[in-house]
């Protein structure tokens, strides 16, 4: 069955280092979204991309980048790590930009 | 500016009642919405969606949810609660005269408890 995941699933890391966090989906969908769940935020969206070699900026961008070299994966890379980044990260794709999206098992990070 | 309030942060039900998780909108254009629910330690699961015509929309596992323009609502019900139901349910919003945007805003999610 088509699936999406997310990899790692938990990861620790200090403040200042580089961290990517892995986005694999498997329904071939062009549409491929990152958002980070905070307590009291709900779901905010980070980057996007409607295609290989498209990216775009979320609400909350600054200090993230990601690059879609293909259509399965999004990786998102913490450029250096903050501690306002320790969050859970859900990556989502979707087959059409009018539709409902797929979300994958999540990232635990925690910055220290 | 989109948005969506969810008021409650929590709601409690008895198991076998019906339940409500209330949810409103803004946005500029037509609002494509959509449910989601989220079990603990898991991802969104997707419940259902309207994006036109009825205004009565039905989606996995029993439950529904009703459109009311006037009101800008698009709240989640279930004739009869489980146990089961237990978990955090987000409503979220696209705006439907956005070209080519399939962005989406989620409210900040509400917990149901369904007690036995």
């Known amino acids: 069955d088509a699936e999406i995941t997310q990899s790692p699933r938990h990861k620790i890391t200090e403040t200042g280092r580089q961290v990517t966090l892995a986005c694999h989906q498997t329904?071939?969908?062009?549409?491929m979204f990152w958002y980070r769940q905070d307590l009291g935020h709900g779901l905010r969206l980070i980057h996007y991309s409607y295609g290989v070699q498209d990216t775009n900026k979320g609400e909350v961008s600054d200090g993230y980048s990601v690059s879609r070299s293909n259509t399965e994966d999004l990786p998102l890379t913490l450029e250096s790590a903050a501690s306002s980044q320790t969050s859970v990260y859900f990556c989502?794709?979707?087959?059409?930009?009018?539709?409902?999206?797929?979300f994958g098992p999540g990232t635990r990070l925690t910055v220290t | 500016a989109q948005s969506v309030a969810q008021p409650e942060d929590q709601v409690n039900v008895a198991e076998g009642n019906p339940l409500t998780v209330k949810c409103t909108y803004s946005v500029s254009g037509n609002p494509y919405l959509f449910w989601y629910v989220q079990y603990p330690n898991r991802g969104l699961q997707f419940l259902l969606k309207?994006?036109?015509?009825?205004?009565l929309v039905k989606g996995s596992y029993g439950f529904e949810a009703e459109f009311n323009k006037s009101q800008t609502s698009f709240h989640l019900k279930k004739p009869s609660a489980l146990v089961s139901d237990s978990a955090l349910y987000f409503c979220?919003?696209?705006?439907?005269?956005?070209?080519?945007?399939?962005?989406?805003?989620f409210g900040q999610g509400t917990t149901l408890q369904v007690k036995p």
């Open positions: 989502a794709s979707s087959e059409s930009r009018e539709g409902e999206q797929y």
């Open positions: 309207y994006i036109t015509g009825d205004n």
């Open positions: 329904w071939n969908h062009n549409n």
């Open positions: 979220a919003v696209r705006d439907g005269s956005a070209s080519n945007t399939g962005k989406l805003i």
